[in-house]
């Protein structure tokens, strides 16, 4: 069973960065299809990016560019190094895992079996 811990949320302004890590249980970075999600007030919960085993990485759309996604086996871990950030990136964003290769034709895990609990990300223009 993985356990899922983001950090590194916070507040900046629009054109700053940020890094999101995601501090998995055990081998979790190893043998699972690792991703993140994000949800803004109101909204629904919309897909950022994948990491599948092999590191290939998969982006939405209105993150292609600006988002990388990469993982440390060695230290179990999932990043999400956001660039040039806008106000519309503001939203609580969650890491996913599931061990089974569930993807959308887009690259999006369409049923994680594992959740964190959220850290929140805040751009002001």
């Known amino acids: 069973q993985a356990q899922l811990v983001e950090s590194g949320g916070g507040s900046v302004q629009a054109g700053g960065s940020l890094r999101l890590s995601c501090a998995a249980s055990?081998?979790?970075?190893?043998?699972?299809?690792m991703g993140w999600f994000r949800q803004a007030p109101g909204t629904e919960r919309e897909w950022v990016a994948t990491?599948?085993?092999?590191?290939?990485?998969k982006y939405t759309d209105s993150v292609q560019g600006r988002f990388t996604i990469s993982k440390d086996k060695a230290k179990d871990t999932v990043y999400l190094q956001m660039n040039s950030l806008k106000p519309e990136d503001t939203a609580m964003y969650f890491c996913?895992?599931?061990?089974?290769?569930?993807?959308?034709?887009?690259?999006?895990?369409?049923?994680?079996?594992?959740w964190g609990q959220g850290t929140q990300v805040t751009v002001s223009s």
């Open positions: 996913a895992a599931d061990w089974r290769c569930r993807l959308s034709s887009a690259g999006r895990l369409t049923s994680p079996n594992y």
């Open positions: 055990a081998d979790t970075t190893s043998r699972y299809f």
């Open positions: 990491i599948l085993i092999s590191g290939t990485t």
